[in-house]
């Protein structure tokens, strides 16, 4: 989980994205790490904020990630820029 997290770091400093990441590790369940961090899903929620937050103006390039842990389970929250609002679907 690091490793990605500091590649994609070093990805949105380049593009002048501001990155945030706020995480209550103490508060997160105890999974087994297979179960929680799920590389392939991680990196394209952080691939799509990306690829939003580029497209905007580059003072106005940010993302955030929260990652809060709720009694059994942890709530992530990938927030980012973006020019248009997302398309909705059904």
Same mark, same amino acid.
């Given at each position: ?22 995480? !209550? &590790? ?5 999974h087994d790490?297979?179960? $929680?961090? /799920?590389?392939? *899903? ?23 990630? !929260? &990652? ?9 929250? $990938?927030? /980012?820029?973006? *020019? ?7």
């Amino acid at each position: 989980m690091d490793f990605l997290i500091s590649i994609k770091k070093r990805d949105m400093d380049l593009k002048h994205i501001l990155f945030r990441l706020y995480s !209550d &590790l103490l508060s997160l369940p105890n999974h087994d790490e297979s179960e $929680v961090w /799920n590389l392939d *899903v991680w990196e394209i929620l952080l691939d799509n904020a990306i690829e939003a937050a580029e497209k905007c103006e580059l003072d106005k390039r940010w993302i955030q990630v !929260d &990652l809060i842990g709720k009694g059994c389970t942890f709530q992530l929250k $990938v927030k /980012n820029a973006s *020019v248009e609002l997302p398309r909705k679907s059904g």
